[in-house]
């Protein structure tokens, strides 16, 4: 394996996330505030890791990409952005290590799971909170894609161990060229979303740090009520648009951009992902009114409408209690956390495509039952999908099922309950970020033990990255010549 | 419409992904140009897909459908290099058809070619045919008529030309630093290399034997260098080719050209007695040149080159170090396949040349074509040499070489103004309309090319 590469990977990702820290201790200077030195400091740190590692590194800039460069390397990016993500938290006093390296990992996989219990923090280090959120949604690899001079060969594999979804798409002849617009979209989009929030009454900080939380499917907020503290009917409805943008497949908006909407609109997985926002929004309302809990329509309409789209697109902003809500609501938000949103978005969860090739590939099962000898292709959108692709995707849900299984077993160990144990390893796993119980909509991660804590970060980073980056090294075949 | 600067960044449609198309899209994606490649084998796709940052697409290159998915419209180039000459031509005939300004095609089939053909004037839709055998064969007998050469490459129409040779065992040479060493006017060491490693050489710089050294200037300068560093005297009389089929023919017809004596050995006897018909100062002997008693009869230990022509690769190799080990000075082997070239040079053979790999040079040769006049990349990526017509507006022009900020790496080797060629030293200026041959290791070819570029426009 060539670590050179690696190594230059990691040191490019250090002067990104340096640049984020300084970034954000220009937000302190604005405000005045006192966490600036703290927050310079650690840019510093940043800077002085990336200078050593690019100076030995930066030879293998152009060097080819094997798998297991492309894994390792996404995987060790994705370790140095939490640590050094964590030391803001660290300087500025935030946290204690373990809870550092919680909110970071938290906020790079766009989960949106905190451990912050006094939101009374200076707005530098709350602006770097969001801001990891912002560079975890399109992916910080993808960045680098889009910002370095082309790679060696293979690529493609870089891209495609970071981007979420079974297939990644290339949109142009040249890999960065496809980065790069998916960054100007994602940029282009959050620019519009900040703009209109603010239009709608909402200070720049607040408009800013929430876009951030919400092009990232994050679900980090400054206020301690999330989106419930906004108070404003304007920009709930602002951010439910933004958030079901943000869970749909970027290269789709490419395309509308390109002028081909129509085509854009026939896809199957984009179809299934609105159906079934809809439908599950309407379930949701309903079975409110049912048990009671609301009285008026547009109110229980309201409630279940964000909350189904912050839970199913893994954002996690909530407006509104959902642990006190009925138990079929409670069960249906868990089961769309792992849903998610569609493969190449910013959400997490198993993703709509997937679900889509698993429940073909079961009806086609059971219809070689009664027909032994059929041919039965996999379609999606009308395109026969590779037999191969197929079962990596039953292999990729075996797997997402088992480590979920697994998680929820070691969280219970220490002793938390079944529901919160559940709940936290599925809103952390799928990227979600509040759960039931325990950890439910209202309270936070910070009464986790220790070591659930770490069982947590490491779902997280199993989930962001679909599991292969962080699986496949410490597999024997990955290293075996 | 030749406007495809090597500067500016095109849009290039690869039909057919085999060894020649790959390494075409490495070459073009390497440089930062887009790239798609077609094919309609799902294994060579694949490779495509997974190995390059190309646009890859699975299908028939010729298909409208396909077409469009390659965003055909907008290419600026089309390359067909598939294993079918018809599939070549129709890919580029429906190339023109929507627009492509320039197409080249790999054509084997002579047939197509021949005069008196009904497509002899040119094939409708292909801008640039290459023909492997012809490249190839032709490439042989410019080797093969220098002494001592391992590459020979010519530019401003034939006045320059690179000769690479190989350092002599026990060459005066090797004793002295490069500004002391006396060789004919008109010839400068543009480069050399040493460990697998290119460089541009200074005047201190002393030589080792063994070395690969690079030699640019006047062709009798360089030819007259050549034969002093490689201890090879004396203009090639003596010529060993073994198989006479399309390459071997064509190299025969062109060393006869050159009155070299030759000794062809060909097995078949319908083939031998053909070309002991055509070719009439050689010794034609219906033999498959394999049994060593033969060999050293018919010469071989005291021939100056002998080149394996047939259509075996393993052959070809074998017996050309067979000829190296019964004493030929120099051999050469044509190895179809690419990939073997560099580990056949290393274990003795003195030149590999590719059919492949020399279809692939010149169809890349072809679409450099604009601010620079030609380029030649240099075997195993040692670097490349390039052509420029100077601009009035570029960097390089109207200032001393000395005051012009070159690369390390690179080194003006040869000037053409009208018709005089000179070797240019630190105070030499450039004029708009000199023709300026650089040589440049692979790392400084960007910084010399934007030298040579017009300050406006691209």
Redesign the interface.
């Known amino acids: 394996m060539n670590l050179r590469f690696v190594t230059y990977l990691a040191a490019v990702v250090a002067v990104a996330i340096g640049v984020g820290i300084l970034a954000s201790a220009g937000v302190s200077a604005v405000y005045g505030d006192p966490d600036f030195a703290r927050l310079l400091i650690s840019a510093a740190i940043s800077l002085a890791f990336a200078a050593p590692a690019y100076a030995w590194s930066r030879k293998a800039a152009r060097a080819y990409v094997g798998f297991r460069e492309a894994f390792v390397g996404v995987a060790v990016s994705w370790v140095v952005a939490t640590v050094l993500g964590a030391v803001p938290y660290l300087l500025v006093g935030v946290f204690g290590p373990i809870d550092a390296l919680f909110e970071s990992i938290s906020g790079f996989t766009t989960t949106g799971a905190s451990v912050l219990t006094d939101f009374a923090q200076p707005h530098g280090i709350m602006f770097w909170r969001s801001l990891t959120h912002w560079y975890g949604g399109m992916g910080i690899v993808v960045l680098f894609l889009a910002i370095l001079p082309?790679?060696?060969?293979?690529?493609?594999?870089l891209f495609a161990a970071e981007s979420p979804g079974p297939i990644s798409q290339?949109l142009?002849?040249?890999?960065?060229?496809t980065a790069r617009r998916l960054w100007y979209v994602y940029v282009g989009i959050s620019a519009a979303e900040a703009l209109i929030l603010m239009a709608v009454g909402l200070g720049p900080f607040s408009a800013i740090t929430h876009t951030f939380g919400t092009m990232a499917t994050g679900g980090f907020s400054p206020e301690a009520a999330s989106v419930g503290a906004l108070h404003s009917w304007a920009a709930e409805l602002v951010i439910v648009v933004f958030m079901v943008v943000a869970g749909g497949n970027f290269a789709l908006y490419l395309w509308v951009l390109a002028g081909k909407g129509k085509e854009a609109l026939r896809d199957a997985e984009l179809r299934l992902y609105l159906g079934l926002l809809g439908a599950s929004t309407i379930l949701v309302a309903l079975s409110l009114l049912i048990a009671g809990s609301h009285q008026s329509p547009l109110h229980a309409f309201r409630e279940a409408l964000f909350q189904v789209v912050s839970i199913q697109t893994t954002t996690g902003f909530v407006t509104a209690d959902f642990d006190t809500w009925n138990s079929f609501a409670k069960t249906l938000l868990v089961m769309l956390m792992f849903v998610g949103g569609c493969a190449g978005s910013t959400a997490g969860g198993i993703k709509v495509v997937r679900l889509l090739l698993l429940w073909k590939s079961a009806h086609r099962a059971l219809a070689q039952a009664v027909h032994p000898r059929a041919v039965i292709p996999v379609r999606v959108s009308s395109r026969a999908v590779p037999d191969n692709l197929v079962m990596s995707v039953l292999a990729f849900f075996f797997l997402y099922v088992s480590l979920f299984a697994v998680g929820t077993l070691l969280v219970a160990s220490s002793n938390v309950g079944l529901v919160t144990a559940a709940s936290a390893v599925a809103a952390t796993f799928n990227n979600v970020g509040p759960g039931l119980e325990l950890v439910g909509a209202t309270l936070n991660y910070a009464p986790i033990a220790p070591f659930g804590k770490v069982v947590l970060m490491a779902l997280m980073l199993l989930g962001r990255l679909e599991l292969l980056p962080i699986m496949l090294p410490f597999t024997r075949v990955f290293w075996r010549r | 419409m030749r406007t495809a600067a090597i500067l500016s960044s095109m849009?290039a449609v690869v039909v057919g992904a085999g060894e020649v198309g790959f390494y075409i899209a490495?070459i073009l994606?390497?440089e930062?140009h887009?790239?798609?490649v077609i094919d309609r084998d799902r294994t060579s796709y694949e490779k495509a897909?997974?190995?390059?940052?190309?646009?890859a697409i699975h299908g028939n290159g010729a298909s409208p459908r396909i077409l469009e998915q390659a965003s055909m419209g907008r290419a600026d180039l089309l390359v067909a290099v598939t294993n079918s000459d018809e599939v070549n031509m129709i890919a580029c005939l429906a190339a023109k058809q929507v627009g492509v300004p320039l197409t080249a095609a790999r054509i084997r089939n002579q047939d197509y070619l021949e005069e008196g053909h009904v497509l002899s004037a040119g094939l409708p839709g292909v801008d640039y045919v290459i023909q492997p055998e012809a490249a190839v064969a032709d490439e042989v007998i410019k080797i093969a008529a220098v002494p001592g050469a391992l590459d020979v490459e010519t530019f401003a129409g034939g006045q320059v030309s690179l000769v690479e040779v190989q350092l002599a065992q026990g060459s005066g040479a090797a004793l002295v630093p490069l500004r002391d060493l006396r060789l004919p006017s008109g010839v400068l060491v543009s480069g050399v290399m040493r460990g697998g490693e290119t460089m541009v050489p200074r005047g201190e710089f002393v030589l080792q034997a063994g070395d690969r050294v690079f030699l640019l200037g006047k062709v009798e300068a360089t030819t007259a260098a050549a034969e002093l560093l490689s201890g090879q005297h004396g203009l090639p009389r003596k010529a060993i080719l073994l198989g006479c089929g399309e390459i071997g023919m064509r190299v025969a017809l062109g060393l006869e050209e050159r009155r070299i004596g030759l000794t062809v050995f060909e097995k078949d006897p319908a083939q031998a007695a053909r070309a002991a018909d055509v070719l009439r100062r050689s010794l034609v002997i219906a033999d498959e040149g394999i049994d060593e008693r033969i060999l050293v009869q018919e010469g071989v230990p005291t021939a100056d080159v002998f080149i394996a022509a047939t259509g075996d690769d393993r052959l070809n190799i074998l017996t050309a170090l067979m000829a190296k080990q019964l004493g030929a000075k120099r051999v050469i082997a044509i190895v179809e396949r690419g990939e073997f070239s560099r580990v056949v040079e290393s274990i003795g053979v003195d030149v590999a040349l590719s059919p492949r790999r020399m279809t692939a040079s010149a169809i890349l040769r072809f679409v450099r074509a604009g601010t620079v006049l030609n380029a030649a990349v240099l075997d195993k990526s040692a670097g490349e040499v390039l052509e420029f017509l100077v601009n009035g507006s570029s960097p390089a022009c109207g200032r001393s070489l000395a005051e012009v900020d070159f690369p390390r790496g690179a080194i003006v080797g040869a000037v053409v103004r009208g018709e005089t060629v000179s070797v240019p030293d630190g105070r030499t200026v450039l004029e708009e309309g000199d023709i300026a041959i650089v040589f440049a290791v692979a790392d400084a070819v960007h910084k010399v090319e934007r030298l040579f570029a017009s300050r406006w426009g691209r």
Do not use: M, N
């Open positions: 082309a790679v060696g060969g293979g690529a493609i594999r290339r142009t002849p040249r890999l960065r060229d | 849009y490495t994606s390497q930062g887009e790239v798609a897909a997974e190995e390059l940052d190309v646009l």
